[in-house]
């Protein structure tokens, strides 16, 4: 019986060239199992390699992916956010650096919303982005110089009116803009007022808009006042703005605001507001603040005790220097 190598199952085998012709086996005996480990454990290795590498390709793929036109929203939203505050207690001089700083980044952060709204115009986000271009409202009429020119509002605007007055979503923008003196918020309330098809829509506009009107009124008395508060705001307004606002007759634009705000009690006088009370509650105390509080209007009727318990009325003191000093604890 010819002589053969048994090889057990833990044996090695490898070829060698035989002269350049057929290879040949050799078997190894002793070694086998070390032989073994050594290339379960290189084949082990490739394996693990080869992993690690498809995850960094996949990782790779993953970053070079753009983020959708809701994402680049929610990180920019998150930035502006992050800039509303200070958290710590300041100076004059340093509180003013910080209004500075944050409305000079806030109208950078209104470009880049603008900018997000006008390159995917059809998504849903558009709006969303048109509207925090614009959420910021300058009630105080900081210097230019300080605050720095809000370049965005115009376009902005400008695209609300194109393609979102039919929108559900404007009451809060309506009821933020009539705090504010810009030229585009009477252009955007008198619009969404004229266009919008939702009654709560409109309703919150044509509140808004006898607010913006009455403000704005109050405003102008105080330009004619104070000269260097005029050129502030011809600064951030627009001196063209300004001065067609000055010429404007008081007794003709008064009995406007009137109507707009007695528009509203008729009309939408029973719709529900964020807050609870309905456009009539809302319309009917700055009607009553118009008529009976203007400055020079006689004050109304008040009557109470003194501090010694003895019933008093305003009307006592007519005709005498009067300080009243209103207080709560609430």
Not at 205 to 234: V, Y
Request: aromatic share 8%; net charge positive; hydrophobic share 40%.
């Amino acid at each position: 019986m010819p002589h053969t190598a048994r090889v057990s199952r833990f044996s090695s085998c490898r070829h060698v060239l035989n002269g350049g012709n057929a290879s040949r086996t050799v078997l190894h005996g002793g070694g086998e199992r070390t032989a073994v480990r050594k290339l379960v454990k290189r084949i082990a290795g490739g394996i693990l390699a080869l992993i690690l590498n498809l995850s960094l390709v996949a990782a790779g793929h993953g970053q070079d992916k753009p983020l959708t036109p809701a994402q680049q929203f929610e990180a920019l939203r998150k930035e502006s956010v992050g800039a509303a505050g200070s958290g710590r207690s300041m100076t004059d001089a340093e509180r003013l650096k910080f209004v500075g700083q944050a409305y000079k980044h806030r109208n950078a952060l209104a470009q880049k919303f603008l900018a997000l709204a006008e390159k995917h115009p059809d998504d849903p986000i558009a709006l969303d982005a048109l509207m925090q271009a614009v959420w910021q409202v300058n009630g105080t009429p900081w210097p230019v110089e300080l605050v720095g020119e809000d370049t965005a509002r115009p376009k902005a605007f400008e695209l609300i009116h194109r393609d979102h007055l039919r929108s559900d979503k404007l009451g809060p923008l309506c009821q933020r803009v009539s705090y504010g003196f810009c030229k585009e918020y009477e252009t955007f309330l008198r619009a969404v007022l004229a266009k919008s098809p939702h009654e709560g829509v409109r309703a919150t506009a044509c509140l808004s808009l006898g607010h913006f009107l009455n403000t704005r009124l109050q405003r102008l008395d105080l330009c004619k006042e104070q000269p260097n508060l005029a050129k502030e705001f011809a600064d951030l307004f627009g001196k063209e703005y300004l001065e067609d606002l000055q010429r404007q007759d008081r007794k003709s634009t008064a009995p406007e605001i009137e109507a707009t705000f007695e528009q509203a009690v008729e009309k939408y006088g029973d719709v529900k507001l964020p807050g609870g009370d309905t456009v009539a509650e809302r319309a009917k105390a700055e009607l009553f603040e118009i008529r009976n509080l203007r400055v020079g209007q006689s004050a109304p009727e008040i009557e109470g005790e003194d501090q010694d318990g003895k019933r008093f009325k305003l009307s006592d003191y007519r005709g005498k220097v009067l300080l009243l000093d209103f207080w709560s604890f609430v």
